[in-house]
């Protein structure tokens, strides 16, 4: 996991204890995490200023989608992982086929690990 120490990795989470175990489980695999955001408005305007080498995206944020900021960043060709219980695994791998899918309950080591993973595996073709 050395070649993920210090990546910025965007949280974008609703639940408050989630964000924080997504935020630890980050941080003890040496991510430095920006956020958690809460809602999309956040999310979108953090995801704007750049600087992400990654993101968790929970899909429902209080009944909004975080489509547009898995948008902005798939422009930005930044990786991302969704971590949702709302939304049907397939119907995300059709529309975003590079981004993994963690239903919830995941544990948020595994969240942390998948996102890794996929860090990993990019920086070895690019």
């Known amino acids: 996991m050395s070649k993920v120490n210090g990546k910025r990795i965007l949280v974008v989470e609703d639940e408050a204890l989630l964000a924080l175990d997504l935020r630890f489980a980050l941080e003890d695999l040496g991510a430095s995490v920006v956020g958690p ?9 953090t995801a704007e200023l750049g600087g992400i080498d990654a993101a968790v995206l929970d899909v429902d944020l209080a ?17 991302f992982v969704f971590h949702t219980g709302r939304l049907n695994p397939q119907t995300l791998a059709e529309i975003y086929q590079d981004a993994p899918v963690c239903p919830k309950p995941t544990d948020p080591e595994t969240v942390a690990r998948t996102l890794f993973a996929l860090l990993e595996k990019r920086q070895a073709t690019h």
């Open 37 to 45: 955001c809460y809602r999309l408005a956040t999310a979108l305007s």
């Open 63 to 79: 009944g909004e989608t975080v489509f547009p900021v898995a948008d902005l960043l798939r422009k930005a060709d930044v990786p």
